[in-house]
């Protein structure tokens, strides 16, 4: 286990870029452990330093809810079969290889629960992209492709009590009743956490912030 400072990950992040690549980084974790503030909080330090660096989350890759529906699949959103694998890695694979052109990347609006097309730009200047979500280091189809996409993955953790409140916490925002929350938590990001801890082992580093 490490913990690390934003300062000592950023230099880590800065490694990863040489001349004539663009990087690609990963933060894998369970959900609620706050994947999408260190990205964040890494990409606007690394811009503060001159290194053009853009935030490209997994989550706007989520299924729309009515193709949750048409699956039968809206009672386990966030569970692994509810993203679209593949168009994460297509875009992945853009990120890298295209360089001479503005590349457009879905992100997730959490107060529609829906994701949005082309809503984050990736342009030809930047030399590193942050993306997270939870499946990163995933074994099944297409995830270990996704993998071999990506310079480094690292782990982010959390303790469980933290993260099982944190989670509760946001569903409770977004409109859910506590217990609605709770019982959530407990059948449905429950055991998406536990497949996603189970892969710990296999990041490059495991964060504590």
Same mark, same amino acid.
Request: aromatic share 4%.
């Given at each position: 286990? $490490?913990? &690390?400072?934003? +300062? =000592?990950?950023?230099? /880590?992040?800065?490694?990863? %870029?040489?001349?004539?690549?663009?990087? *690609?980084?990963?933060?894998?974790?369970?959900?609620?452990?706050?994947? &999408? &503030?260190?990205?964040?909080?890494?990409?606007?330090?690394?811009?503060?330093?001159?290194? =053009?660096?853009?935030? %490209?989350?997994? #989550?706007?890759?989520?299924?729309?809810?009515?193709?949750? *529906?048409?699956?039968?699949?809206?009672?386990?959103?966030?569970?692994? !079969?509810?993203?679209?694998?593949?168009?994460?890695?297509?875009?992945?694979?853009?990120?890298?290889? @295209?360089?001479?052109? @503005?590349?457009?990347?879905?992100?997730?609006? /959490?107060?529609?629960?829906?994701?949005?097309?082309?809503?984050?730009?990736?342009?030809?200047?930047?030399?590193?992209?942050?993306?997270?979500?939870?499946?990163?280091?995933?074994?099944?189809?297409?995830?270990?492709?996704?993998?071999?996409?990506? #310079?480094?993955?690292?782990?982010? +953790?959390?303790?469980?009590?933290?993260?099982? &409140?944190?989670?509760?916490?946001?569903?409770?925002?977004?409109?859910?009743?506590?217990? !609605?929350? $709770?019982?959530?938590?407990?059948?449905?990001?429950?055991?998406?956490?536990? /497949?996603?801890?189970?892969? /710990?082992? $296999?990041? +490059?580093?495991?964060?504590?912030?």
């Amino acid at each position: 286990m $490490q913990t &690390s400072t934003i +300062d =000592e990950l950023v230099g /880590r992040a800065a490694g990863l %870029v040489t001349p004539g690549h663009r990087a *690609v980084l990963g933060l894998c974790g369970a959900p609620g452990v706050g994947k &999408s &503030s260190l990205a964040v909080a890494v990409v606007k330090k690394m811009r503060a330093t001159g290194v =053009e660096a853009v935030h %490209v989350p997994m #989550d706007g890759f989520h299924l729309a809810d009515v193709a949750l *529906v048409e699956r039968g699949l809206l009672d386990r959103k966030g569970a692994i !079969e509810t993203f679209d694998g593949h168009g994460y890695l297509a875009l992945l694979r853009r990120i890298r290889d @295209d360089r001479d052109h @503005d590349v457009l990347a879905p992100t997730f609006e /959490r107060e529609l629960e829906e994701p949005i097309a082309a809503a984050i730009t990736v342009p030809p200047a930047a030399t590193i992209v942050v993306t997270e979500g939870n499946y990163l280091l995933d074994e099944t189809e297409p995830w270990p492709e996704a993998r071999a996409v990506m #310079d480094a993955v690292w782990f982010v +953790d959390l303790d469980d009590d933290r993260r099982r &409140s944190r989670l509760v916490g946001r569903h409770v925002k977004h409109g859910k009743t506590k217990a !609605e929350a $709770q019982a959530w938590v407990d059948t449905v990001d429950e055991p998406n956490a536990q /497949r996603v801890i189970a892969r /710990r082992g $296999q990041a +490059d580093l495991v964060v504590r912030v």
